[in-house]
Each structure stands twice: as structure tokens, then as C-alpha cells.
């Protein structure tokens, strides 16, 4: 780890959310030690972690005396990651503070890009930066943030971010009863109905280093996103009433991406005198109506004849 750095941003604190994680909350720990401008402090909060490996790293962080920040664990019992960051965010007494996963990691700039666009841009709530996923998946991941609008379709933000702490205080924090996922999703809505101004800003820079795995709760938690998506619905339904148009167009684009993209891995499939899936082959016999997907079959077999 840095010890040497000296250049503390005055006005950020961290909180990291930790539930049997092992020894990846070092690395986040590190990840936030190595930073070009450091946080003021750094708050733990064990969401009641019943694994004994992680509960000796967390005591072995708590005994640590040459990091060069700060650190405080909180313990509580299991109630959800919600309520971890809640608990953290309560504690923190800076004008801003960052939230990040435990089993995540942070470039060593982020704070130093990010905080920087939360200074010049006094509407914004909170900002973020773009992924770079490791474990599962090797890729780029570019949420786009933005205003309410942006935010009624899908989730723009990643769940790392730096916010205002009052705008934490104003909205009521994270929903504590939401603990199937897409409680960042939800506190983001709830964060941008502030203000008519509100924002949620981006730096076009991989700066996360998000840990993806088979089993993670955000894969855990597509498999509920209708009725997810329904909750926040009523529970955002001003928002919703609001912007209807800016939601269902939302919808629509992500809509038309996928079956493009799919129409293209298709068309150089048949192109190419490969294999069509079984799916791929069962929509070609009878694609949908009213939604593009019966002109993406006349598209698809207009090139040539498909095997099948």
C-alpha cells in the first residue's frame, strides 16, 4: 500500500459494505489506499459476516497501524446490503462519501476524476465511472448516467459511486426492504427526484474493477426483474406518470439493440454455413409480431436460404 501519500480529499469519506467476503475486502481496501487523492476515512460495516476467515481479516484490518488512512469496522447483524451502506453513510460525516462493494476494487484515480465532476457540477447527486469486469467476464461496461429520464428504463449508474451525503439524508437513504437486488437502482430514482436538476454523472474511464461470478446477487437478481421492475414502478409512480414517453421509448431502444445484435449473429451464422440454435431456429419458423420480429426474420432469410 501507498503510505506515503498525503493528498486527503477533505470532504470524502468511504464506506465499503462487507458480508463474508473473505479476503477480497483488502483488496478494496488497498484499492482505496493506493488512491491519488484519499479519502478521509474509511468505514467498514460487516452486514453480520458468519464466515470465520472474514471475521479475522476484519479483525487483522482493525489492528493494522501503518495504513494511511483512517478505518473504523462497524458490526451489525444481517440486514442487507441496504442497510450496510445506510449504517455506513449515517456514520460518515464529510459532504460526500463513496460507496463501494467489498469484493470490488478501485483504479487508483477514481476519486481524484470523480470528485472532481461532483465540484464543477453542483446539480449532480452522485457520479461514477465506467467498469472494467474481471473474474468471469474480461470486458468494458459503460453506463451513461444522466437525468431522471434516463433512469426509468434501466439502472444508468453502477452501484460504486460517490454521493451527497445530504441528498442521502433528503431522499431517505437506501430501501432497506428491498434486499432481492436493484436497491442502487432504486436509491439512484430516489436520490434524482430531489430536484428537477438532478443528475447522475459518468467519467468515460474504466476506473471500477468489478468482480463478476456465475452466483453474484446482480445476476441473482435478473431473475426477478419484472417484479422488481413493478415495485419500483409504484413506488416511483410520479416519476413514472411524469415521463412515461422517455421510459417506454427507453424500453424500446434497449429492445431493438438486442434483436438487432441477434439478428446480426444470425445473419453471419447462415452466411457463413454455420449451425442455427434451436431458438434461433424456432423463432425463424414463427417470430414474433408487433415488436420488429418479423421483419428481422424476413431480413434474416432474404439473404439466403437457412438450414433448417
Not at 77 to 100: D, F, H, T, W, Y
Not at 180 to 195: A, I, N, V
Request: aromatic fraction near 6%; hydrophobic fraction near 40%; include cysteine.
Amino acid at each position: 500500500m501507498n503510505t506515503s501519500r498525503n493528498d486527503f480529499g477533505t470532504d470524502i469519506e468511504a464506506v465499503i459494505t462487507s458480508f463474508n467476503q473473505g479476503t477480497m475486502i483488502l483488496e478494496a481496501v488497498e484499492s482505496l489506499c493506493n488512491q491519488t487523492v484519499l479519502p478521509q476515512k474509511i468505514i467498514i460495516v460487516d452486514d453480520g459476516s458468519t464466515d470465520d476467515v472474514s471475521i479475522r481479516v476484519l479483525k487483522d484490518i482493525e489492528k493494522k497501524s501503518d495504513l494511511p488512512i483512517p478505518i473504523m469496522i462497524h458490526y451489525q447483524e444481517n440486514a442487507g446490503v441496504s442497510s450496510a451502506r445506510n449504517a455506513g453513510i449515517k456514520k460518515a460525516q464529510a459532504p460526500m462519501v463513496l460507496i463501494l462493494d467489498g469484493d470490488d476494487r478501485l483504479a487508483p484515480k477514481f476519486i481524484e476524476y470523480v470528485s472532481q465532476m461532483l465540484h464543477d457540477n453542483p446539480s449532480m447527486v452522485a457520479a461514477s465511472s465506467w467498469m472494467h469486469t474481471f473474474g468471469v467476464l474480461d470486458a468494458v461496461v459503460c453506463p451513461s448516467g444522466g437525468k431522471i429520464s434516463s433512469f426509468l428504463s434501466h439502472n444508468c449508474c453502477p452501484a460504486t459511486h460517490i454521493l451527497r451525503r445530504d441528498k442521502h439524508i433528503q431522499c431517505g437513504g437506501y430501501d432497506e426492504s428491498m434486499r432481492s437486488g436493484f436497491e442502487d437502482w432504486d436509491f439512484f430514482l430516489s436520490m434524482l427526484e430531489t430536484s428537477p436538476e438532478s443528475s447522475i454523472g459518468i467519467a468515460d474511464k474504466p476506473l471500477i474493477q468489478y468482480r463478476t461470478a456465475p452466483a453474484s446477487s446482480n445476476v441473482k437478481s435478473m431473475n426477478k426483474r419484472l417484479e422488481l421492475m413493478r415495485f419500483m414502478i409504484e413506488k416511483h409512480r410520479n416519476s413514472y406518470h411524469e415521463h412515461i414517453v422517455d421510459a417506454l421509448l427507453g424500453v424500446e431502444a434497449i429492445s431493438n439493440l438486442r434483436l438487432y445484435n441477434w439478428e446480426n449473429e444470425v445473419t453471419h451464422a447462415i452466411t457463413k454455413h454455420q449451425e442455427l440454435s434451436q431458438s434461433s431456429i424456432d423463432f425463424l419458423k414463427s417470430p414474433t409480431y408487433g415488436d420488429g420480429g418479423m421483419a428481422s426474420a424476413v431480413r434474416i432469410v432474404s439473404i439466403g436460404e437457412a438450414r433448417y
